[in-house]
């Protein structure tokens, strides 16, 4: 089947380490992007790629960084810097206007 | 600036109650897209509807129908007859029509509808 996956679906780290958060898509599409959601708020844009070893900031970009080197895949590394990262992340690909998302990975940093 | 406002945080009805979830959008683009995701508890978001700028036209699909106002600038999404599978978050958000490199999604910051049996 066609789509977005994301791993692991939740995941647990110690403050002062980095965690990379998977996403992947075998929908084809060229632009992929990764959002934040806080409880209570809507999604906010961190990072995205509009094409292979190409990426942009979002909205909230300090604290995270995030490669792509190959099409099918949008990794998102959350760096110790960043202040708060306990949240919830969702990957998403454009395809046309639409965007489709992944299940999203749940981050809680103790 | 492009900004949605979702203004119900919560909602609250009886299962079989008719609801709705209102949106109201600013942007100064001629040409912009408006969706709703809805979000269960699972976390993913699950795409509703898709409508541009020069089609406003309501749209029904089943139990869903949404209606779409320039002219308040308004977008609003009616469930009929809700049933408890309805509790989620829903989200109404918006974009640019034009491509231009990448189509960045605002969204708002969502209703949380909850139906009780």
């Known amino acids: 089947d066609g789509g977005i996956t994301q791993s692991p679906k939740y995941l647990f780290r110690k403050e002062g380490q980095n965690v990379t958060l998977s996403c992947e898509q075998n929908l084809n599409h060229d632009a992929m992007y990764w959002y934040r959601q806080d409880p209570g708020q809507g999604l906010r844009l961190i990072y995205y790629s509009q094409i292979v070893n190409d990426f942009q900031k979002g909205d909230i970009a300090e604290g995270y960084s995030v490669s792509r080197e190959k099409k099918e895949s949008f990794p998102l590394t959350v760096t110790s810097a960043q202040k708060n990262p306990t949240a919830f992340y969702l990957c998403a690909s454009l395809g046309g206007h639409e965007q489709y998302f992944g299940p999203g990975t749940r981050l809680t940093v103790t | 600036a492009q900004k949605v406002t979702q203004a119900q945080t919560e909602i609250s009805v009886v299962e079989k109650e008719d609801v709705t979830l209102d949106c109201v959008y600013e942007?100064?683009?001629?040409?912009?897209?408006l969706f709703w995701y809805k979000q269960p508890p699972s976390g993913e978001l699950v795409f509703l509807i898709r409508?541009?700028?020069?089609?406003?036209q309501n749209e029904i699909s089943g139990r869903y129908s949404w209606n779409f106002q320039k002219s308040t600038s308004s977008f609003n999404f009616t469930i009929t007859a809700s049933q408890v599978v309805d509790s989620a978050v829903y989200f109404c958000?918006?974009?640019?029509?034009?491509?231009?490199?990448?189509?960045?999604?605002?969204f708002g910051a969502g209703t949380r509808l909850a139906v009780h049996p």
């Open positions: 409508r541009n700028s020069f089609d406003e």
């Open positions: 942007t100064r683009d001629t040409t912009y897209y």
């Open positions: 958000a918006l974009t640019r029509g034009w491509s231009g490199g990448y189509n960045k999604l605002i």
